[in-house]
């Protein structure tokens, strides 16, 4: 089978998920109920519909994010937690429910995504004319201290009920979200992966090294900009809207090039599509688990891709990867 049609068998498998993710939960809802004036059509609009969307959007940011990472630092472990973007995004919502800012209309969102801004100048600044050596580094310093701050707001919360507010939404989870979740969010989504599939050429030339990128003409100092300001709108505006979701740009880029080959330019694309067909699964698996609440998404991928990161990890100290 070539690309073409596994990219086309991957839309199929996107739109498939999708459909399954409009449906399913404790109360199926089936399409001849999706126009329905009463309780089935309702849950539809308000609840399932965005919720699709978002687990479709969230996951192939972060696969996409994770696929450009891992091809502009050309290590299969990397993913976009790796820029700390991801953190500081979670520290300014942590920072926005502590100071009770969430309360306000989109100041949770905005909060969350001041805190990815931020993340973004400092990593510039930090990682700057240190290539991907000091974009790693950069980040690990990041993200530190973000876990860190966030640590100590929730140790110093006021209350208790604002403490368990704060790890609830940190958990992840796209329970509850509305269309005006969506619509906030998907602006700076589209703007990042708008410049993160712009890269596919840069990181073609990067696998000849940084001095043979050079001498095609590609401006690395330009490339991490793109990259660093993709990944900072795209991951800060999905962890804005739904907390942490982890390990899915991890994942999905390794699987995806197990099967396209390692070309970064020809796995950008598929790593979107697979990055929102395990959200949405993932997602609607949760809704059917038997109880009276549901697991939250962000902690399911982790119980998924801790033992996958275990297992890439042995195989790349082997030199398999």
């Known amino acids: 089978m070539n690309t073409r049609s596994l990219t086309s068998f991957l839309l199929l498998l996107t739109l498939a998920a999708f459909l399954l993710s409009l449906m399913a939960g404790k109360v199926w809802i089936w399409p001849t109920s999706w126009a ?22 969230i996951g192939a940011v972060l696969g996409l994010s994770g696929a450009v990472l891992q091809g502009y630092l050309r290590n299969p472990l990397a993913d976009p937690t790796v820029l700390g973007v991801s953190a500081s995004a979670a520290l300014g919502g942590v920072g926005a429910i502590y100071l009770g800012l969430n309360l306000l209309p989109f100041g949770l969102f905005a909060c969350a995504m001041l805190g990815a801004g931020s993340s973004i100048l400092l990593l510039l600044v930090i990682s700057r004319n240190g290539g991907p050596i000091g974009f790693i580094l950069g980040g690990m310093v990041l993200s530190t201290l973000a876990g860190a701050l966030t640590a100590f707001v929730i140790s110093i919360a006021p209350n208790p009920f604002a403490a368990s507010e704060i790890i609830n939404w940190l958990m992840g989870a796209l329970t509850d979200r509305l269309m005006a979740d969506v619509a906030t969010a998907l602006p700076f989504m589209a703007l990042g992966v708008a410049l993160l599939f712009s890269t596919g050429r840069a990181l073609d030339a990067l696998t000849l090294g940084e001095n043979g990128a050079r001498s095609l003409g590609i401006n690395l100092v330009r490339l991490q900009w793109i990259i660093v300001l993709g990944v900072g709108l795209a991951v800060g505006a999905s962890v ?21 080959g390692e070309q970064p330019s020809q796995i950008l694309l598929p790593s979107a599509l697979g990055g929102a067909i395990l959200t949405l699964v993932a997602d609607s698996l949760l809704r059917l688990l038997p109880g009276p609440s549901e697991v939250r998404l962000g902690i399911a991928m982790a119980v998924l891709g801790a033992p996958f990161f275990l297992l890439l990890l042995l195989r790349y100290r082997r030199g398999n990867v």
């Open 36 to 57: 329905a004036d009463n309780a089935d059509g309702w849950i539809f609009l308000e609840l399932r519909l965005p919720r699709a969307l978002l687990g479709l959007c």
């Open 240 to 260: 804005a809207v739904s907390g942490v979701v982890g390990f899915v740009g991890l994942i999905i880029p390794h699987l995806i090039r197990a099967i396209y």
